[in-house]
């Protein structure tokens, strides 16, 4: 957004100045790719080495404490405005089968919630508090057989109409949530599939204002040069993350790449730490460019106090997990050390808000609809 009186040679932004990361309240959060028949189903099995990491001296520590759950299509139908691979906009019906499959049986939550389970009879209970976040498709803009709600089709030309159906999708994934009583997990927010606000600014900030209102979080992460990206809280937007993909493109150089780090850090961003799985298949020239990503995040102090997402290309993690190369398992243990640690520091904040949890007992015979639940 260009403000009145900038200087035509310097972009301005309507969101103050704040020279500090998204902090890492939310904690470090792997973005797991799921519900494609191309995609892995996650069961405990494939989890396991998620959950928790063992170190090459032997010993075991929990690892990532926050998961997103996203996907962009179902074979051709699009949940959003700019995905590849597709022909189509996802119609109702489609919306619906995002839904099924992450609360199937043993896979997506389900499955992940067990595993936490399994994990703590070794480990113990962990210092934080497991989170998982939940994608919200996009409605395509020229849209108009979606389907109906309230016996109404709605009109995807039409913004109101955009909106509607998205409050139809939060009511409905909150519910199913809430119904599971999952034992080891708790729903953090709701992820915006779109990776820029160019096809959805006439929604966005609404649909952030309708996400907060039922008690939950807005999440967003949008790419290095994406349209509204240092604009993010204009769009109620929670918590947002700056793509940065130094790791496969190849011509971007150090030097941009902490720009990129001091405009998170300007704007009050989180960053995303990126990799592929050409860190096996092209190993020589990859895995340099990883090593750089990292030293380059703890120069700029990401690693101490950021907010980081971790995007590993689909299910490459599990691949790493399982490499017997000697690099391969020293960046393993480096991660896992680094996220090990911000989860003790997250730890107090667990302790301090299982405080507030029991101050809050009174509220458990409302239903979390009902406004009362949210007053403090």
Same mark, same amino acid.
């Given at each position: 957004?260009?403000?009145? =009186? ?26 797991? @790719? ?23 001296? =032997? ?18 139908? #699009? ?55 939940? $994608? ?33 999708? $939060? ?17 953090? =927010? #709701? @992820? ?15 649909? =952030? ?18 349209? /509204? ?27 941009? #790449? ?11 961003? /989180? ?14 020239? @990859? ?22 997402? @971790? ?66």
């Amino acid at each position: 957004m260009l403000v009145f =009186g900038c200087s035509s040679l310097q972009l301005c932004y309507s969101q103050p100045i704040v020279n500090s990361y998204l902090d890492n309240t939310a904690g470090d959060m792997l973005l797991m @790719y799921y519900g494609g028949k191309y995609r892995k189903n996650w069961t405990k099995t494939q989890l396991k080495n998620i959950v928790t990491h063992k170190f090459a001296d =032997g010993h075991t520590d929990w690892f990532f404490p926050s998961f997103l759950y996203l996907e962009f299509r179902r074979d051709q139908a #699009l949940f959003g405005n700019e995905q590849p691979g597709g022909s189509r906009g996802a119609k109702k019906e489609d919306w619906e089968w995002i839904m099924d499959r992450l609360f199937q049986k043993d896979q997506g939550l389900d499955a992940l919630d067990k595993c936490i389970s399994e994990c703590k009879r070794t480990l113990g209970d962990p210092p934080f508090q497991h989170k998982v976040v939940l $994608v919200i498709p996009s409605p395509r803009n020229d849209q108009r057989d979606w389907g109906k709600i309230d016996g109404k089709s709605l009109d995807f030309r039409k913004s109101k109409d955009k909106v509607r159906a998205v409050q139809w999708y $939060v009511d409905q994934i909150l519910a199913r949530f809430e119904s599971q009583n999952y034992s080891n997990i708790i729903l953090d =927010g #709701l @992820y915006w599939v779109d990776e820029t606000s160019s096809h959805c600014s006439d929604i966005l900030a609404n649909v =952030g204002k309708f996400v907060k209102q039922r008690g939950t979080k807005f999440y967003w992460i949008p790419f290095s040069t994406a349209y /509204g990206r240092f604009d993010w809280k204009k769009y109620n937007v929670d918590c947002c993350y700056l793509q940065t993909g130094y790791f496969w493109h190849t011509d971007m150089t150090v030097k941009q #790449l902490r720009s990129l780090c001091a405009q998170a850090k300007k704007y009050g961003l /989180g960053l995303e730490f990126e990799l592929s799985r050409h860190i096996t298949t092209e190993h020589n020239k @990859y895995f340099p460019r990883l090593m750089t990503l990292m030293d380059i995040y703890e120069e700029q102090g990401v690693f101490d106090n950021c907010g980081l997402t @971790y995007y590993f290309d689909n299910s490459a993690i599990l691949d790493l997990n399982a490499s017997s190369s000697p690099d391969i398992i020293h960046f393993m243990d480096r991660l896992a050390t680094h996220i090990s640690k911000r989860n003790q520091k997250n730890s107090v904040k667990f302790k301090n808000s299982a405080v507030d949890s029991n101050q809050s007992n009174s509220k458990k015979g409302l239903d979390w609809r009902d406004p009362e639940y949210w007053h403090f």
